[in-house]
């Protein structure tokens, strides 16, 4: 043990109620160990100052409690009464330390590992020390100031830890010690930040984990039991993926998500029979990429992704005989014949495989009549009978090889190869079948009556469909011109809130649109999506395919939602950006005329509100509208005078670019426009002066006041960055502030010098802002695409309606 090695722990069994009990009113000393308690809504935590070495001895005469501190290796045992929250803090003021000094962990992460060769952890830090930090040393500056390059493995290991947690567990301490106070800082950040699981994705066709999993599932399992415990030949896909998953040799497969395929009597079965049987008959324009011969699992995967109904993803309809189909059975194991190529069997209905050899079968009872008659037509004997439940793989009811029954289809398994097959022993199509009933016309009522247990069918409109060019009207000119007929809606109402007033008027063709949510600051959802979009995109690719760092917000959401235990549901319907897409920002104070001037223009829908998307930056929080609230700039000294006589405001404005940055939603847009709350923005006329150079990594200088070194310059009434450009200075900021004299710089200057020396160019353009500070604020001029500067709501909207008359 440490001398006075500040340790923390959460005691997995007590709850807060118990936490202060009837323990006793004082903090008990064992030795030398303090012991106190601390409760918050969902944890209790006990607090631990190791002193010398005969604390062990007393300790271990105590009763066990787990302890989660990296520089406690071993387990303490201790029988200590904890105290509430008031007594604890004399205690421990009494004792010379601080309050903050102590950690609350999460009784999940008790355990601390250090990673080992071999291991994506491993990979990951050996990549930290060996490249990241010579040639990326600012990625480690805010972090991990005290990292260098001749650190310990496990410091190295906890700056990567506190940067991606999803990447590497929290090491524990090397046997030199040098490292306690990086981890004990480690562990004072652990509670800051969620943490989350690896993000699941289930393999698909054409990926490495795909092919390691079928090979598993035909080879694996028989040649290396050993590492696949609990698992069979008739295990799932998902299964055996998962096993790869935790095989800490094997590192090409993700953690699968989680899946159920609906059963007879789920709301999940009745949707996805509806929708197979007179869905996507009658409304194929609802289903968009299904057509009359997908398969259950296909629909079902559909109406999961798509919220229509109750469903779940479906698990892969991936058996061992659809794995020795794909990859040819090689194992040498199984037998001659018992191999099922369902690939080449005839009359396999929908190409439904139900199982190993096991497939429904087509045209029944006018060709084959019994399970044995088929099988023995594919040469083969019949091991098993069942009568299907609506065309699926559920089974009805189990039958003979031999029973002959009325159904135009049929659930067979023709598990063995017959020893000999003559050609008069080969069923030849039958000619008495029993008449075909009017099936269809019955299932159809049948389905029609159990879909959704006379629940009305949800459907979202999409491009195609008269209702969404309804609702588009409606949200970009009809809410607008005639509000009154969107009584309740805002300009920042959804699609399907449009959609359901559309729904509400029985002249128009607008379905009941499926309920939705897209994540706001406060949701659990959010923290989620942002560190996929900063972290998981950019370091695991592949568990993200088909997304990119630059992919929307609901895009990410409605890929979350496939996740195990998921905190995102389905995200509205994204709102149509132009081209190119602006993503403004507003920074202002609380108190004074900003504020007043932003409302305004927010109850209008114009100005920053009339960009594809807005940020707002304020003092403190505020709620401006529904789902827009200002993000805090933390407090910041007085704001000087820059050294060109506007305000010395850059570190303000640091913070802010640090608040978009963990935003994330930026970087979905083409361009990043900074505007004061004084400037009248016109963003049809922003996108002109900005489309030639969209892609370009490049920021606008928009002031030529004087001539000479320097000239001509950004001002910062409105900033326009391209995407490109932003990232640049995000990548680097730690650099500029480190590197260059900024202190006596407005946040103007000091941006587009950072840019520059990070590599990123500029583009001038005297016309994107008049601004009163350069050379005048001519608000009839039609070619500008912006004015400054209107400090009253009067004043702003005058030049408004002078500039779009």
Known sequence: ????????????????????????????????????????????????????????????????????????????????????????????????????????????????????????????????????????????????????????????????????????????????????????????????????????????????????????MVRGVISHPDRYPGLTADSSFEQFQQALYEDPTSSSCPRPCACKTALPGDQCYKHVLWAQQEGIKGHPDWYHGLHADSTFEEVQAYLAKESKGSCTYPCASVDVAHARNSIG?????????????????????????????KVLVDKFSSKYKTCERYCTAIGRKCTGAWMDYDDTCSVLYPMTCEETIASDDALCECGKE?????????EKPITDAVPEEPVAEKRAEKAEQQAVGGA?????????????????????????????????????????????????????????????????????????????????????????????????????????????????????????????????????????????????????????????????LADKKMRLAEGLETLVIPPNEQVGVSKDGTAANTMIFIKAWLLIWQDTRWQAHDWIIKADPDAVIIPERLRQHLAPHTGKNVFVKNCMKYSGPGWPMMFGSVEAFSNEALMTYMKGADRCRTQLQWQAWGEDLFMGNCISMLGGGSIFDGGLVGDGVCKGANCGDGSVAAFHPFKSVEKWFQCYHQATR
């Open 456 to 616: 009305e069918v949800c459907h979202t409109a999409v491009p195609g469909h008269i209702c969404y060019d309804d609702v588009m009207f409606g949200m970009t000119k009809g809410f607008n011109e005639h509000p009154e007929w969107y009584a309740g809606l805002s300009s920042r109402s959804t699609f399907e809130d449009f959609q359901k007033i559309l729904h509400g008027n029985r002249e128009l063709n607008c379905p009941k649109p499926c309920p939705c949510h897209t994540a706001r600051n406060g949701d659990k959802c959010v923290e989620n999506v942002k560190w996929v979009l900063r972290e998981g995109i950019p370091q695991h690719p592949s568990w993200y395919q088909g997304l990119t760092v630059r992919s929307r917000f609901e895009e990410v959401q409605r890929r979350l939602r496939e996740d195990e235990n998921t905190t995102c549901g389905q995200p509205c319907t994204m709102r149509k950006w132009n081209t190119p897409s602006l993503f403004c920002i507003a920074v202002f104070r609380s108190q004074g005329y900003e504020s007043e001037l932003l409302k305004a223009q927010l109850d209008k829908n114009v100005g920053v509100f009339s960009c594809d998307d807005v940020a707002v």
């Open 418 to 426: 017959a020893e000999k097959a003559d050609a008069d022993d080969v």
């Open 1 to 216: 043990l440490k001398r006075r090695a500040i340790e923390a722990a959460c005691v997995a069994t007590l709850r807060p109620a118990t936490c202060g009990g009837e323990m006793g009113p004082t903090v008990p000393q064992v030795g030398h160990l303090l012991v106190g308690a601390e409760v918050s809504d969902d944890e209790c935590a006990i607090f631990v100052e190791a002193g010398e070495e005969n604390s062990r001895r007393e300790a271990a005469r105590r009763s066990p409690t787990y302890l989660a501190g990296a520089a406690l290796t071993a387990t303490l045992l201790l029988g200590a009464a904890v105290a509430q929250r008031g007594r604890f803090s004399g205690a421990v003021a009494s004792n010379g330390l601080s309050a903050a000094e102590f950690i609350v962990l999460d009784s999940k992460d008790h355990r601390c590992h250090t990673a080992k060769e071999g291991e994506l952890c491993w990979k990951d830090v050996r990549w930290a020390i060996t490249t990241g930090i010579t040639e990326h040393p600012e990625w480690y500056a805010g972090t991990c100031p005290h990292l260098k390059p001749t650190s310990a493995f496990e410091e190295f290991q906890a700056c990567v830890y506190k940067i991606n947690m999803t990447s590497c567990p929290l090491p524990c301490n090397p046997s030199d010690g040098v490292s306690d106070e990086v981890v004990a800082r480690t562990h004072r950040q652990a509670n800051k930040r969620p943490h989350l699981a690896d993000p699941c994705h289930s393999a698909q066709k054409g990926e490495d984990c795909y092919d390691d999993v079928l090979d598993a």
């Open 329 to 357: 059975d090689q194992t040498g194991l199984t037998g001659k014949g018992s191999a099922c190529f369902t690939d080449n069997w005839p009359d396999i209905k929908r190409k439904l495989v139900c199982g190993k050899c």
